[in-house]
């Protein structure tokens, strides 16, 4: 896959997907958005591909934020389809990707860029990063996905204070609020997310994408999470995995997953 803001390389089966606009500290345009959801709809169909590392290039900036300069002198009507494209291309299909998303903060990750990282299926930062929603410093709202992601991540409270004071947050209270996972080094932050990738390859690849299908309805209006999960479990029975896995526990094996 060749992009013009992107880089996205596989190996032993994890595609890690670096945003490279490191001029503009990687920041989001409409042109970086449109080709996110160009390699995220590949990746979902390349069985080399099992789980993606989301990224910026540098040691700066995962997404600094939005490219202000595309949409300041948008109108109404604009500004709402710059949301709903927005979310329907990148945000909620990342969330909703059926294979799992690490999300490595490497230093920023403001507006667009934090809400980049909240859709990803849970994150990890370097020690550097600061985290932020900055949209209301603009006399704007967080419009992909930041006023509903954030709270269920770090509760109501904090999500408020956050939005309404437009200020940072560094990574050891992002970790402390629940917002990333773990921190680490700069140096370090790949190979940690490889590390956690390869933790998630030694299980059923199919259970873990129907598991995130049952997790993620439970924050669907409408839709009750726990009939998901009892659906699921016994669509598992059915599965090549379950016979595999059950049967290298009952033999005290390793189990050995398509």
């Known amino acids: 896959m060749t992009f013009e803001n992107l880089q996205v390389n596989i190996q032993d089966r994890i595609a890690t997907v670096y945003i490279d606009r490191p001029k503009k500290l990687n920041a989001l345009n409409r042109a970086t958005i449109e080709e996110l959801h160009e390699a ?3 990746l979902r169909d390349d069985n080399e591909a099992a789980v993606i590392i989301l990224t910026g290039t540098g040691e700066k900036a995962f997404v600094a934020g939005a490219d ?17 494209k927005g979310q329907e291309l990148v945000f909620d299909y990342i969330a909703n990707f059926p294979k799992p998303v690490i999300a490595a903060v490497n230093g920023f990750a403001l507006g667009g860029g ?11 930062a370097s020690d550097n990063a600061k985290l932020g929603l900055p949209e209301t410093s603009l006399g704007v709202i967080p419009g992909y996905g930041g006023t509903q992601r954030l709270p269920q991540l770090v509760g109501k ?16 209270t992002a970790k402390n609020y629940g917002l990333v996972n773990h921190v680490t080094n700069i140096e370090e932050l790949i190979p940690l997310a490889e590390k956690l990738a390869g933790k998630i390859l030694n299980n059923s690849m199919q259970a873990i994408s129907v598991a995130i299908e049952a997790v993620n309805d439970n924050y669907k209006d409408g839709v009750n999470g726990f009939e998901t999960e009892i659906e699921n479990f016994g669509k598992s029975f059915g599965t090549d995995d379950f016979k595999e896995g059950t049967q290298a526990f009952l033999n ?7």
Request: aromatic share 10%.
């Open 40 to 42: 995220f709809k590949a």
């Open 157 to 172: 409270g904090r999500a408020m204070e956050m939005i309404m004071t437009a200020g940072m947050i560094d990574a050891e």
């Open 68 to 84: 202000i300069s595309e949409f300041a002198d948008y109108s109404v009507e604009q500004g709402k389809d710059l949301a709903a």
């Open 114 to 124: 934090l809400e980049l990282a909240m859709s990803a299926h849970f994150r990890i």
């Open 252 to 258: 005290k094996q390793k189990a050995n997953f398509k």
